[in-house]
């Protein structure tokens, strides 16, 4: 495959863009396999690199995300921005390029690739996501005992398990909300924070289906930063109650201590005259 059979398979993949060009090195590069400049709109595959067309292709779709995102761009990027923005763009590309027929995907067709996948997903990822899901179960058990001994759910995870307050309710919303555990805990994590029952149902839908996280995150970015903003209000809520009671109980103590020194200062008056008078009578 030429380079100019390599822009053509690129433009197939995304059309409307601004025009670029694609140039092989005819080198070997051992730091990296390709690379972009944004000056000049350039793409140099070093194909010495690459033992197989597949592996260009790969290259050359890395490479045209990098285009694609500096120059659909609002806001400046350079060619090493690897951002939430460009991995959304690669990995999309990279989609098509499968369905097309463009590119083989060796992880969905290597019998080694696919046993060893499925391995991980059953026995580790599906497997944590049921166990942090059965964990955030305990945890509402323990929250509902906490409010019943009238003590605070946030002190008994801190200290006595050792477990941050933050973690421990994301944890207790995994169980509330019913989150998959196919997708894994990390994923679960970012869909257990939306309150938005609609938005929370599409963002499970979306790892389900393969979308990788950074696709995700692209997509529902404004859904899940919103999310995550009233998250950070609530905790600030409950900080600020917990300040409150804290000022309370120091504002009691307080009261306590003043009474305190009054009795015992009144008290050691009325010792010191008692001492002075014994003194006077054994003159």
Same mark, same amino acid.
């Given at each position: 495959m030429n380079q100019d059979q390599l822009k053509s398979?690129?433009?197939k993949l995304e059309d409307e863009v601004d025009d670029?060009?694609?140039?092989?090195?005819?080198?070997?590069?051992?730091k990296v396999d390709g690379l972009y400049k944004p000056d000049t709109r350039e793409i140099i595959i070093h194909n010495k690199n690459h033992k197989t067309e597949n592996e260009i292709i790969y290259t050359g779709i890395h490479e045209f995300a990098h285009h694609i995102n500096c120059t659909k761009s609002a806001k400046p990027v350079?060619?090493?921005?690897?951002?939430?923005i460009f991995w959304d763009i690669f990995h999309r590309l990279l989609y098509k390029a499968e369905h097309?027929?463009?590119?083989?995907?060796?992880?969905?067709?290597?019998?080694?690739?696919?046993?060893?996948?499925?391995?991980?997903?059953?026995?580790?990822?599906?497997?944590?996501?049921?166990?942090?899901?059965?964990?955030?179960?305990?945890?509402?058990?323990?929250?509902?005992?906490? +409010?019943?001994?009238?003590?605070?759910?946030e002190d008994y995870v801190d200290r006595e398990l050792g477990l941050h307050?933050?973690?421990?309710?994301?944890?207790?919303?995994?169980?509330?909300?019913?989150?998959n555990p196919e997708i894994g805990y990390e994923n679960m994590k970012t869909v257990a924070k939306i309150k938005n029952n609609e938005i929370r149902e599409q963002v499970q839908a979306a790892f389900l289906n393969g979308?990788?996280?950074?696709?995700v995150k692209a997509?529902?970015?404004?859904?899940?930063?919103? +999310? +995550?903003?009233?998250s950070r209000i609530e905790f600030l809520e409950q900080e600020k109650d917990r300040v409150k009671e804290t000022v309370e109980r120091l504002k009691n103590r307080l009261v306590e201590l003043e009474s305190e020194i009054r009795k015992m200062r009144k008290s050691g008056e009325s010792g010191t005259d008692e001492i002075f008078a014994g003194d006077a009578t054994d003159e």
């Open positions: 398979l690129l433009l670029f060009t694609l140039l092989y090195s005819g080198k070997e590069s051992k350079t060619s090493r921005s690897h951002t939430v097309a027929g463009i590119y083989n995907n060796i992880f969905k067709t290597d019998p080694d690739f696919q046993d060893l996948t499925k391995s991980i997903k059953e026995n580790y990822l599906s497997l944590n996501g049921n166990l942090m899901k059965e964990f955030g179960a305990k945890l509402m058990v323990a929250m509902q005992l906490c +409010q019943e001994k009238n003590v605070s759910f307050r933050t973690a421990a309710k994301t944890l207790v919303k995994t169980y509330e909300h019913n989150v979308n990788s996280p950074d696709m997509s529902f970015s404004k859904h899940i930063r919103e +999310q +995550q903003e009233m």
